[in-house]
């Protein structure tokens, strides 16, 4: 199985369930487990650009995502959805990951699993 992973340590509120303490859990498991290891490959992803983004959100929000970043860390509607100064490059890291994940497996015939590990 090809791998990315995008633990984004900045993206993180200790109080919050979705912390991000979830990733390396995981990936430590991983690590651990000899038949798993054999199994992964860890693979590089770049973050998605924001054309890229664009292609799913409209650009006037991608623009109010960046500037809501300069008010945090704070919570952004009633979910509660947390933000942090880094968090949207830490989405756009988890979007590249996932884009990565699925060229991958589109173009690699012979190894067509993969998984984005993000958050």
């Given at each position: 199985m090809n791998l990315f992973s995008i633990p984004s340590p900045d993206h993180h509120d200790d109080d919050h369930p979705e912390n991000a303490k979830r990733i390396p859990a995981i990936l430590n498991a991983i690590t651990n487990d000899a038949t798993?290891?054999?199994?992964?490959?860890n693979l590089q992803s770049s973050p998605a650009s924001d054309d890229q983004i664009a292609?799913?959100?409209?650009?006037?929000?991608?623009?109010?995502?960046?500037d809501v970043m300069k008010r945090a860390p704070a919570?952004?509607?009633h979910a509660p959805t947390y933000v942090t100064p880094q968090s949207?490059?830490?989405?756009?890291?988890?979007a590249g990951a996932a884009i990565a994940a699925t060229s991958t497996?589109?173009?690699n015939p012979q190894?067509?699993?993969?998984?984005?590990?993000?958050r």
């Open positions: 798993l290891q054999s199994l992964t490959s292609l799913i959100h409209d650009p006037a929000y991608i623009h109010s995502l960046r919570y952004i509607d949207f490059d830490c989405a756009a890291a988890a497996s589109i173009s190894s067509p699993i993969s998984f984005a590990l993000i």
